[in-house]
């Protein structure tokens, strides 16, 4: 996987917050930080994210491209 594969991974997970409202108000969500972190002795993508109406904050975790193929082509192909 090179780079470009890794930035439209990191992209989809963006949609993926961008469409999910936050559970207080039903506001969005900005990312605020995105992290690598060793989980079980996987890596994963942890985002945390701000909801900008209300300020609630929300941690996204995604499993990394590189260790879960198929989980990766599922996201390229919503994203088209
Ligand atoms: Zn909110």
Redesign the pocket.
Known sequence: MNIRDIMKYIESEYSVINDTP?E????NYIADCLEIDIINGFPYDVCTCV?E????EKTFTFSAPFIDENHFKKTKKTMN
């Not at 207080?24 to 506001?27: F, H, K, L, S």
């Open positions: 936050c207080i108000c039903g506001g909801c109406n209300c300020g609630y």
